[in-house]
């Protein structure tokens, strides 16, 4: 992939997002099109920011042409995304450590979080509570939690020790390991008490949706995507076993993305509250306690083992 001549910041993002659509490449890890894309990798070739906006004017040396050049050639021709090309990833407007050991961070439980949980949460955010990322990868949603809520005391919790080890890594960048725990296990075994909210980005792709993926997603841990069939493998036990980690009036949040049609014919009269994001994206609950026992006692969870 050759790009000839372009001598200024903007004609370099134009050049390097026209080869990207000639190249087909997919999108959907931090941005959606591919002059985005461009933007953001040229910023990094340059040094800067991919959050700060490109000085379009400037003009570019040879060794940036040549750094440029080498960082567009291997999007195309490696498909990695982006985020892992930086190591960087952003989550409610937080930079984030990135690498394939967890996902690239991307979810409307950014906007849940940045809009005070959508006023779910039962205590005055002022005042401690504890929290809970389930299934946490490299820790953005616990972290973002405790970054936005100094009360709160986050448990973030993952079956993968290297997705741990990276949220590790951001726990220390972000200077929140006094409130932040970080918990090995799958889904509950590790956690201990109650909590007034638990946020979780699960895997929940399904069996079709995985094996039609482009390849950028080929680079992330398949640990982190597939659920199964109809992509409920995990979200089903999570139902079934939140009530007792949650205080009385506290609230289990989950996203399943496109396995929510999946889910609401799984629990027909689980009361289910699905979200509408102003900044996209679809495919998130949030359930009650109350309403978790509710449905326990109707024997709602006996039937799906059944």
């Known amino acids: 992939m ?7 910041v ?4 134009r050049a ?6 000639a190249a087909g490449l997919a999108y959907g890890h931090g941005t959606d099109n591919a002059l985005d894309e461009a933007a953001w990798l040229v910023n990094h070739a340059l040094g800067r920011s991919p959050a700060r906006a490109p000085d379009y004017a400037r003009a570019l040396s040879d060794p940036e042409r040549r750094a440029v050049q080498a960082l567009v050639a ?6 990695r995304p982006a985020a892992y090309l930086t190591g960087r990833a ?4 937080v930079e984030f ?7 690239v961070p991307r979810s409307p ?5 940045l809009d005070d949980a959508f006023g779910l949460l039962p205590v005055d955010t002022d005042a401690p509570f504890r929290a809970l990322d389930l299934c946490t990868g490299g820790g953005c949603i616990g972290i973002t939690m405790a970054l936005l809520w100094p009360r709160a005391r986050i448990d973030a919790s993952d079956l993968s020790r290297d997705a741990l080890a990276l949220a590790a890594d951001n726990v220390a960048r972000h200077a929140v390991g006094d409130r932040v725990r970080l918990l090995h296990g799958s889904l509950f075994e590790p956690v201990r008490g109650r909590y007034a909210l638990i946020v979780s980005n699960p895997p ?4 079709q949706d995985l094996a039609g993926m482009p390849a950028e997603f080929g680079h992330e841990p398949p640990l982190g995507l597939g659920a199964g069939q109809d992509g409920l493998d995990l979200v089903l036990p999570m139902l079934a076993g939140a009530a007792e980690h949650l205080e009385e009036d506290g609230w289990l949040v989950v996203e399943v993305g496109n396995s929510a049609a999946a889910l609401a014919g799984r629990v027909p009269g689980l009361a289910l509250e699905w979200f509408a994001f102003a900044g996209g994206g679809h495919g998130v609950f949030a359930v009650s306690r109350a309403s978790l026992l509710a449905f326990a006692e109707r024997g709602g969870f006996a039937r799906l083992d059944g």
């Open 74 to 79: 291997q999007r195309i021709e490696g498909r």
């Open 204 to 207: 929940y792709v399904d069996a």
């Open 10 to 13: 903007e004609a370099a993002i």
């Open 97 to 103: 450590l990135c690498d394939e050991r967890a996902l």
């Open 16 to 21: 390097a997002a026209a080869a990207f659509e």
């Open 90 to 93: 952003w989550f409610a407007g």
């Open 109 to 113: 439980l950014a906007e849940f979080l």
């Open 2 to 8: 050759m790009m000839s001549d372009h001598r200024t």
